[in-house]
């Protein structure tokens, strides 16, 4: 069965690997949909077709001479599930024609009474930049200067200046329109952004004036302050683009701004290829073993140059470790053989934590039009429908909200902040993670806990995010630097078939529920402490009987108070010294492995205080220029 194949294929490839000839036919078929029509070999084969991928597999295929595949696990997907932006898009709206998505779920949390939650990926060709709500940020400047300083040279410049260019590089602003503009104030600075990329960052032509209060009561609150614009690397109340196109009002994502709109005979994408294991010799990375959608045969494909893991942070320390690249401990549990102890795989495992709070205002409801109008007044229906229709303006090209207070710990917690740093320089760090962690990822830990003390008392990182809604005031809060670490690790009663074992360990570093609970106190002060009390605040949850710090701590850990994920998995191959539990070096190789890079989400260090989707596209150009400059 299988075996053969997989074998025939492989020695075709030996004997192809150099000075191959790609027949005309084969120049023709981007989309291959069967295994037949592949190349024996491809200087570069991804694993993985989304955000990160297409990324770079558009920069590397700019030279005709260089064959890429894409080995993608989810379709084509049908675009009705992917372009429309109204509401922040299909999936997340609801109503998506075929959820071009999947749906793990984590390991029961210790810290919030043994709860499981629901993990989403986007499963398609773009991944999880065609599901996501096309929130556009970027984050602290001091988030990328605690990338570099992690390590003792940072000849690559993985830091704010150095990752700056490709910020701008990986997307095409476009200024907000003059009306909206003037209307709202809203400020941008376009010397933050490009214009090259197809990927774009535009604004809808409409906001709800409800808004209005809440905006100016930002400004009411102490320590907050105004960033001209969100790529300016601040922390405070910005507004900021959706990723999407300028005119169609239309989702701008991996798939139509780097694969489709490109003619490139020698970029070849497989969807639907699910990927099995890496295929070592010795301890370089040779070849890729894949299933398709329409047998369980294996087939195997070669890569002359290199192996690109970019299956996200979930499942790319997964297949890493099914191949035999990982924690020994681990490894050997599942009954794999190591090929590379690499005590990082799967480790340093963070997301973006979300409270659940909610405050309304009746006084915002008398602000017309809101958000309730387009369901119960037929007239702004009606307008709004035909604007669309028309020109694509009006409030259907609004995907959710342009501007929020993102905020430094130092406005939201101005009495807790100087303890909460002392705290991480002081504590215990091995006796925060599981007792068998290696003490090489004990050490990066304790690294980032000390590089986030310093950021604690800096008034220029973003610690929380404070989104607000037109109609329904501010919703739930989310804090942007973890300081828990969990782990993604295969499932030792069956490594290869079930998903891995995903357990964010939320609250496992107690100041982790301290700082959530200054973000509760932190959303009523701004609520019944400013003119928003006008406008009639009511506490609905937590409520107005939980008011003490424990109360606010024990609603949060047991009266479902907390979201231990914000769809941002990362950090679980991450570029850190191999001493401090890294996976990848700065050339985001491997340690250990020859011929085989990680460009996804994993290899962030830590997060930054921004949704992730236009970090991983910084990151790829430029992992991108770093894999062509062949350092
Ligand atoms: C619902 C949702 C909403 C979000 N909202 C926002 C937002 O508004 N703004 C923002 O900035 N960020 C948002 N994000 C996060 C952002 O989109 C992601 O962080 C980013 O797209 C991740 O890029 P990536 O390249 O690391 O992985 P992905 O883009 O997820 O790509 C990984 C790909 O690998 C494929 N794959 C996995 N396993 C295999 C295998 N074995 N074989 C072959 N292929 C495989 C997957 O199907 C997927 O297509 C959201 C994410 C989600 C899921
Ligand atoms: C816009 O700015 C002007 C001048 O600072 C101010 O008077 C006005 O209230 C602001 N409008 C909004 C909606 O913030
Ligand atoms: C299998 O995947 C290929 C390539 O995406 C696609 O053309 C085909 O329709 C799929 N078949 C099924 C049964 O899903
Ligand atoms: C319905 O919307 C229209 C257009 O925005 C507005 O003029 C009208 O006052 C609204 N009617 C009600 C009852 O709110
Ligand atoms: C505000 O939230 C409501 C309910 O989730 C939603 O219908 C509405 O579209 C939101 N407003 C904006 C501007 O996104
Ligand atoms: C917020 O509270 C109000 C009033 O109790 C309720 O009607 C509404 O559904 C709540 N919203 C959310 C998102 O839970």
Known sequence: MSISRSSLLLALAASCAHGFVIPKSVHQARQIADVSDLLPAYDYVFVGGGTSAL????????????????????????????????????????????????????????????????????????????????MNLRGSAEDYDRWGQLFEKDE??????????YFKKALNFSPPPKEVAER?????????????????????????????????????????????????????????????DPVKHERSFALNAHYENLDRPNYHIMAQATVRRLILEDTTAK????????????????????????????????????????????????????????????????????????????????????????????TFREWAKESWETDRSGPYSL??????????????????????????????????????????????????????????????????RFKINGTYG???????????????????????????IVDYRTLSNPVELKVLVEMVKWVRRYSFETSLKDLGPVDAAPGPDVVSDEEIAEYLVLGGGIYPSDYHPAGTTAMMPLELGGVVDQTLRVYGVKNLRVIDTGIMPNLPGANTCQPTYGMAEKAADIIKSNV
């Open 156 to 165: 690559l410049g993985w830091n704010w200046e150095g990752i700056l260019p």
């Open 55 to 134: 990324t770079v597999a558009d920069r590397v295929t700019e030279d005709p001479d260089v064959t890429v595949l894409v080995l993608e696990d989810g379709p084509f997907a049908d675009p009705a599930a992917y372009l429309p932006v109204a509401g922040g898009g299909p999936v997340l709206g609801g109503g998506s024609p075929s959820q071009p998505l999947i749906e793990l779920t984590s390991a029961p949390q210790a810290g919030l009474g043994g709860q499981t939650y629901p993990i989403v990926l986007g499963n398609m060709v773009g991944g999880s930049s065609g599901v996501n709500s096309m």
């Open 287 to 378: 070849a890729v073993e894949f299933q398709t959608n329409s047998s369980t045969e294996l087939f195997t494909v070669e890569a002359s140059k290199e192996i690109i893991m970019a299956a996200g942070a979930i499942h790319t320390p997964k297949i890493l470790q099914v191949s035999g690249i990982g924690p020994k401990g681990v490894l050997e549990a599942a009954g794999i053989e190591t090929i590379v102890d690499l005590p990082g795989v799967g480790q340093n495992f963070q997301d973006h934590v979300g409270i659940v709070t909610n405050i309304t205002f009746a006084g915002l409801l008398d602000i017309h039009p809101n958000g309730l109008d387009i369901v119960n007044n037929a």
């Open 399 to 464: 995907a959710i909200e342009n501007v929020a207070a993102w905020l430094p710990l130092t406005a939201f917690a101005p009495s807790l902040f100087e303890s909460v740093a002392t705290e991480l320089e002081t504590q215990n760090h091995a006796s925060l993670l599981p007792a068998e962690t290696h003490p090489t990822v004990v050490a990066g830990y304790a690294a980032q806990m000390q590089g986030l003390a310093a950021a604690v008392r800096s008034k220029d990182t973003v610690f929380a």
């Open 184 to 244: 709202f104030n809203i400020t941008w600075d376009a010397s933050y952004w490009g214009s090259e990329s197809g990927v774009h960052a535009a604004w809808p032509t409409f906001q709800y004036p409800g808004i209005d209060p809440l905006v100016a009561a930002f400004d009411e609150m102490p320590g907050v302050e105004r960033v001209v614009d969100s790529g300016a690397g601040g922390a405070g109340v910005y507004w900021f683009p959706t990723l999407m």
């Open 474 to 500: 501010p919703t739930n809060p989310i804090l942007n630097q973890p300081f828990s670490r969990g782990s993604v690790n295969i499932d030792p009663t069956d490594p290869f078939g079930k998903p891995p």
